[in-house]
C-alpha cells in the first residue's frame, strides 16, 4: 500500500500538497536525513521497499496518524529530489531505487531568527539565480561578521571588568593551568599578558571569546575574598605648607 501511494506522487502530472515555511530547504534536508539513516549512508541507492518502510505512520500528538501521509510526504521529497538532480530514479531486480546525487545541501538558510529565507548554492537553474544566490550569500556573510563583532565586543568588555577586579585584588595571579595559550618564554603573569588577551578577542568567534570571559570568571571568583588595596591618601597644598614647616 505505502509503496502505491509514493508511486502515485512520481506519476506527471501529480500536484504536490504545498508547503509554506521554507519548503525547498526542508524537503533537501528531509531527503538528506533519509539517507542518512541506512547504514550503508549515501554509498548504496534506497529502494522504494525501504522507503516504504521507514515512512510507515507513527504516532501523532497521541493518535495513529494516517498512513498515507506519511507514505505521501516520501513520495514528495523523492518527486522534489528528482526534479531538483538530488537523486535518480531506476529500476533493478524488477524494483524502483533512487540513488544520491548531491550529498551536500542544495539550499541553506539565511537571514535573523524573524525573517529566514532559502537560498540555493548549486545546481542553479539559471545566470540570473545564480547571481541572487550569491548575492544573498555575500549578505549573509556580512550579516554574520556583524552579529560576531558585537557580540565579540560585548564579551570584551567582561573580560576587561573581570581583569580590572581580578589585577586590583591579585596583580600576582598566574595564568598556569588557565590562559598558557597566551603566554610567550619567560612570561607567567596575568598582568604580562593582559593586552594580550584584550587584543586577541576583536578576531575570534564568540564561543572562543565566551570561554575566555568564563575563565576570567572563574579566576575571579578565587580573589574575591581578597581585600581590595586601600586608597593612597590625598596630601592637600596647605598640608604641604605645614610640613615645609618642619
Same mark, same amino acid.
Given at each position: 500500500?505505502? $509503496?502505491?501511494?509514493?508511486? $502515485?506522487?512520481?506519476?506527471?502530472?501529480?500536484?504536490?500538497?504545498?508547503?509554506?515555511?521554507?519548503?525547498? #530547504?526542508?524537503?533537501? &534536508?528531509?531527503?538528506?536525513?533519509? #539517507?542518512?539513516?541506512?547504514?550503508?549512508?549515501?554509498?548504496?541507492?534506497?529502494?522504494?521497499?525501504?522507503?516504504? /518502510?521507514?515512512?510507515?505512520?507513527?504516532?501523532?500528538?497521541?493518535?495513529?496518524?494516517?498512513?498515507?501521509?506519511?507514505?505521501?510526504?516520501?513520495?514528495? &521529497?523523492?518527486?522534489?529530489?528528482?526534479?531538483?538532480?538530488?537523486?535518480?530514479?531506476?529500476?533493478?531486480?524488477?524494483?524502483?531505487?533512487?540513488?544520491?546525487? $548531491?550529498?551536500?545541501?542544495? #539550499?541553506?538558510?539565511?537571514?535573523?531568527?524573524?525573517?529566514?529565507?532559502?537560498?540555493?548554492?548549486?545546481?542553479?537553474?539559471?545566470?540570473?539565480?545564480?547571481?541572487?544566490?550569491?548575492?544573498?550569500?555575500?549578505?549573509?556573510?556580512?550579516?554574520?561578521?556583524?552579529?560576531?563583532?558585537?557580540?565579540?565586543?560585548?564579551?570584551?568588555?567582561?573580560?576587561?571588568?573581570?581583569?580590572?577586579?581580578? /589585577?586590583?585584588?591579585?596583580?600576582?595571579?598566574?595564568?598556569?593551568?588557565?590562559?598558557?595559550?597566551?603566554?610567550?618564554?619567560?612570561?607567567?603573569?596575568?598582568?604580562?599578558?593582559?593586552?594580550?588577551?584584550?587584543?586577541?578577542?576583536?578576531? &575570534?568567534?564568540?564561543?572562543?571569546?565566551?570561554?575566555?570571559?568564563?575563565?576570567?570568571?572563574?579566576?575571579?571568583?578565587?580573589?574575591?575574598? /581578597?581585600?581590595?588595596?586601600?586608597?593612597?591618601?590625598?596630601?592637600?597644598?596647605?598640608?604641604?605648607?605645614?610640613?615645609?614647616?618642619?
Amino acid at each position: 500500500m505505502h $509503496e502505491n501511494i509514493i508511486l $502515485e506522487t512520481l506519476q506527471p502530472g501529480y500536484q504536490p500538497l504545498p508547503r509554506r515555511y521554507l519548503p525547498d #530547504y526542508s524537503q533537501n &534536508m528531509a531527503l538528506l536525513n533519509t #539517507y542518512s539513516v541506512f547504514s550503508e549512508g549515501a554509498e548504496l541507492p534506497i529502494s522504494i521497499k525501504d522507503l516504504a /518502510l521507514l515512512y510507515q505512520p507513527g504516532i501523532d500528538r497521541g493518535r495513529p496518524s494516517r498512513p498515507d501521509l506519511a507514505a505521501r510526504d516520501a513520495g514528495e &521529497m523523492m518527486r522534489w529530489s528528482i526534479e531538483n538532480g538530488v537523486i535518480k530514479a531506476f529500476e533493478w531486480s524488477g524494483c524502483i531505487h533512487f540513488r544520491l546525487l $548531491e550529498r551536500e545541501p542544495l #539550499y541553506i538558510v539565511v537571514g535573523p531568527s524573524t525573517n529566514r529565507r532559502q537560498v540555493r548554492v548549486r545546481r542553479w537553474r539559471s545566470a540570473e539565480e545564480e547571481r541572487l544566490s550569491l548575492k544573498e550569500m555575500k549578505r549573509e556573510e556580512a550579516r554574520i561578521e556583524r552579529a560576531r563583532v558585537k557580540e565579540v565586543s560585548k564579551l570584551k568588555t567582561d573580560a576587561e571588568h573581570f581583569l580590572s577586579e581580578i /589585577l586590583a585584588r591579585d596583580v600576582d595571579v598566574d595564568i598556569r593551568g588557565t590562559l598558557e595559550d597566551f603566554a610567550v618564554p619567560g612570561v607567567s603573569k596575568l598582568v604580562e599578558i593582559k593586552n594580550h588577551v584584550l587584543g586577541s578577542m576583536d578576531d &575570534m568567534d564568540p564561543k572562543t571569546a565566551q570561554g575566555i570571559v568564563l575563565t576570567l570568571k572563574r579566576q575571579y571568583s578565587e580573589v574575591l575574598s /581578597l581585600p581590595l588595596p586601600e586608597p593612597a591618601l590625598e596630601i592637600q597644598d596647605e598640608d604641604l605648607d605645614i610640613l615645609a614647616k618642619f
